[in-house]
C-alpha cells in the first residue's frame, strides 16, 4: 500500500523568497507523482507530475519538483513566491500501472503556504 | 474542451437522509472517480467508474454508491447521511495512461 507524509502542515514566508514544499511517500512498486494546489473553496488544480524519465519536473506558475528514488521524495519548490500562491497544497501518489486497473489517488494531509507581503 | 463540472456547489441535509450529486466529465475521459475531503485534510478515494462499472473502490461503506452513465457523467450517492459525512466530494476524470486526474470544484455537503 502507498502512503504520503507532508512534513510541514503550514509555511509562512515572506514575498519574493524562495519556497519548499516537502513530501515524502512509500510504496512498494513503482508510482507516479503529483502536486495539487486548492484555493479556498475551489476544487484542484495539477501544478505538475512525474510519470518517468528526468527526475526534474517543471509545473505551471513557475513551479517545480525533484523526483529521489533513494529518498523517497518529492519536494516542491519555488524560487520567488507571491501572494497569489497563498493556498493549500497536496502531494499524491498513485501506483496506477500496477493497481489492477484503476487509478487511486492517495494524498497527503496538505500543506498550507502562507505568503506575507 | 470542457472541464469538469459538479452540482450541486453546496447543500445541507439531516441526518438519516440521502443525497445525489452530479458530475460532467472532461471531454474525451472515460474514467470518473469521486473522492471526500474532510475539512483540513486530504482528499480520500471513495470509488472509479469505467464504462460504466465500478472498477475500484476505497474504505468505505456500501451506502456510499455510484452511477456512470454511457455520456461519461456521473453521479454518488450516498444513503442515511450521518454527521461526519460533511465534507467536500470531488469529482475527477480521465483517459488512464497518465495517471492524470482532472478535478471538478466540489460539492460541500454539510449534514445536520
Known amino acids: 500500500a502507498q502512503s504520503v507524509t507532508q512534513l510541514d502542515s503550514q509555511v509562512p514566508v515572506f514575498e519574493e523568497a524562495p519556497v519548499e514544499l516537502r513530501c515524502n511517500y512509500s510504496?512498494?512498486?513503482?508510482?507516479?507523482l503529483f502536486w495539487y494546489v486548492q484555493y479556498p473553496n475551489q476544487g484542484l488544480q495539477l501544478l505538475l507530475k512525474?510519470?518517468?524519465?528526468?527526475?526534474l519536473v517543471k509545473g505551471i506558475n513557475g513551479f517545480e519538483a525533484e523526483f529521489n528514488k533513494s529518498q523517497t521524495s518529492f519536494h516542491l519548490r519555488k524560487p520567488s513566491v507571491h501572494i497569489s500562491d497563498t493556498a493549500e497544497y497536496f502531494c499524491?501518489?498513485?501506483?496506477?500501472?500496477?493497481?489492477?486497473?484503476?487509478?487511486?489517488?492517495?494524498f497527503g494531509a496538505g500543506t498550507r503556504l502562507a505568503v506575507h507581503p | 474542451e470542457t472541464g469538469v463540472t459538479q452540482s450541486p456547489t453546496h447543500l445541507i441535509k439531516t441526518r438519516g437522509q440521502q443525497v445525489t450529486l452530479r458530475c460532467s466529465s472532461q471531454?474525451?475521459?472515460?474514467?470518473v472517480s469521486w473522492y471526500q475531503q474532510a475539512l483540513g485534510q486530504g482528499p480520500q478515494f471513495i470509488f472509479q467508474?469505467?464504462?460504466?462499472?465500478?472498477?475500484g473502490r476505497g474504505n468505505f461503506p456500501p451506502r456510499f454508491s455510484g452511477l456512470q452513465f454511457p455520456n461519461y457523467s456521473s453521479e454518488l450517492n450516498v444513503n442515511a447521511l450521518e454527521l461526519d459525512d460533511s465534507a467536500l466530494y470531488l469529482c475527477?476524470?480521465?483517459?488512464?495512461?497518465?495517471?492524470?486526474?482532472?478535478f471538478g470544484e466540489g460539492s460541500r455537503l454539510t449534514v445536520l
Open positions: 475527477a476524470s480521465g483517459s488512464g495512461g497518465s495517471g492524470e486526474l482532472f
Open positions: 510504496s512498494s512498486v513503482s508510482v507516479y
Open positions: 512525474y510519470l518517468s524519465g528526468s527526475t
Open positions: 499524491a501518489v498513485s501506483d496506477y500501472p500496477y493497481s489492477g486497473g484503476y487509478n487511486k489517488l492517495i
Open positions: 471531454s474525451g475521459h472515460n474514467t
Open positions: 467508474y469505467y464504462r460504466e462499472e465500478e472498477n
